[in-house]
């Protein structure tokens, strides 16, 4: 497979329930991304990784945890969610920017459609 | 607060004419900018960036114009195909060395008149 895969592809759970969702890429990048894309709000960013290491957390609740094993997959990990948690979940890969490529392009994932009961 | 704009929520264009995107933004920090293009049941795929030395990058049917002083950038499409229905995204971020935050906007829904 090439690119960036996320499983599953559709989730319903509902608020007791422990759930994980699973990125993987397949481009040999070393930063990997997570996005929660609401119906009418912007992409908004929740997870950067690079070089498996967390660089950022936007602020993000503790019921969402994620986790990177290797530079190749991420998970997120879901506990105890609220029903305004329903959303796309959307995973991104890129190269980690240098002083020779500032700014790489990000290559997304199909992403995940959560339902929260 | 939302740092990046696309104040058109859906656009309908005819076949071979013109399609315009129009993107603005409220941070100065912002140095490079990208434009994704997004099917259903599929991830955003990126189309083109710019930066902001430049004010105007092209590829193909594709330009992208940047406005520094008014904050503003847009995306022509010429000609406009059917395939180019789909949800437009833009993205911003200062592209300092090591930062990847992308701010997006909000989308705008491009549907091509056959």
């Known amino acids: 497979e090439t690119g960036v895969t996320q499983t599953p592809r559709h989730l319903v759970m509902g608020m007791t329930n422990k759930k994980s969702l699973k990125c993987e890429q397949h481009?040999?990048?070393?930063?990997m991304y997570w996005y929660k894309q609401s119906a009418k709000k912007p992409l908004e960013l929740m997870f950067v990784?690079?070089?498996?290491?967390?660089?950022e957390n936007n602020s993000v609740p503790s019921r969402f945890s994620p986790e990177c094993p290797n530079s190749s997959h991420l998970f997120l990990h879901l506990h105890t969610l609220q029903p305004e948690d329903s959303a796309l979940y959307l995973c991104?890969?890129?190269?980690?920017?240098?002083?020779?490529?500032?700014?790489?392009?990000?290559?997304f994932g199909p992403g995940t459609r959560l339902t929260v009961l | 607060d939302q740092q990046v704009k696309q104040n058109s929520p859906s656009l309908s264009v005819q076949e071979g004419r013109i399609s315009i995107l129009n993107c603005d933004y409220t941070?100065?920090?912002?140095?490079?900018f990208l434009w994704y293009k997004k099917y259903p049941a599929e991830g955003p795929t990126f189309l083109i960036s710019?930066?902001?030395?430049?004010d105007k990058n092209e590829d193909g049917r594709f330009t992208v114009f940047l406005n520094k002083s008014a904050k503003h950038l847009s995306l022509h499409i010429v000609p406009s195909q059917p395939g180019d229905s789909a949800v437009y995204f833009c993205?911003?971020?200062?592209?300092?060395?090591?930062?990847?935050?992308?701010?997006f906007g909000t989308g705008t829904r491009l549907t091509i008149i056959p």
């Open positions: 990784y690079n070089f498996k290491e967390q660089t």
């Open positions: 991104a890969s890129s190269q980690v920017a240098t002083w020779e490529r500032v700014t790489d392009t990000q290559y």
């Open positions: 941070n100065s920090m912002f140095d490079y």
């Open positions: 993205a911003a971020t200062p592209s300092n060395f090591g930062n990847e935050k992308l701010t």
């Open positions: 481009l040999g990048h070393n930063a």
């Open positions: 710019i930066s902001s030395i430049k």
